[in-house]
């Protein structure tokens, strides 16, 4: 049984290309249906253990990756335990997300590395590559963004699917882990090789903050 997604393909591929230490056991923190942390334990050929607050697993992504309910905050593992730990759409989520990445720090090894993305909140528009709702889900889920923009509410802390800036969630990895390297880019360029100039002078313009409805982080411990 094999589970694709594009885009998750793709950040494998990344992950690979940029992981210098192998990679035998990887663990994903807010894995949602599972689907993520199966295509990784796929496309990387590793052992893959992935835990979110809720217990709602994907079938057939039980069967290719170990999936259990955990909490972000405070993860059922030993230090040291993981290769590299793999986290998208969960930080804006979790109560206290400097905790979280504490506990990623915690559980992955000396040398071991992460990919940590969330939305990003500089965002003009969002949703638009998200398999996950309608046009009109997508244009209902923008609007109750802009309003929560002009309420003064659009903030994670008070349920919006904000995310953090470039800037913010780099300054929040530089906390906890020794280097956080900006993955927006490299991500962008290849999940749309087919524009790569259009991404290309969006980044050059600067209007990459504003126009990329998420933001992609590297490093290690």
Known sequence: MTLT????????EIIRGICQAEIKNLLVVGCGAGIEAAI??????????????EKTFEK?????????????MNLA?????????????????IENPLQALQEMHRVLKTGGGYWIGTPNKSRVVGYIGSKDGSIADK??????DWKARLSGKFRNDLGAHAGFTSKELS???????????????????????SRRFIVESIWKSGLSR???PSVYFSGNK
């Open 40 to 53: 990784l334990a796929q496309r990387l050929d590793v052992k893959v253990i992935g835990i979110d607050i």
């Open 60 to 72: 057939d992504a039980v069967l290719i990756a170990d999936l259990r309910q955990g909490d972000a």
């Open 171 to 193: 300054k929040l990895l530089l906390s906890v882990f020794p280097v956080a390297h900006e993955q927006t880019k490299t991500y962008f360029l290849a999940v749309y090789q």
């Open 5 to 12: 997604d594009s885009k998750t393909e793709k950040v494998a």
């Open 77 to 93: 593992f030993e230090d040291g335990s993981f290769d590299f730990v793999f986290s998208y759409h969960a930080l804006e989520h």
């Open 210 to 212: 504003f126009i990329f």
């Open 139 to 144: 244009m209902r889920w923008n609007l109750t």
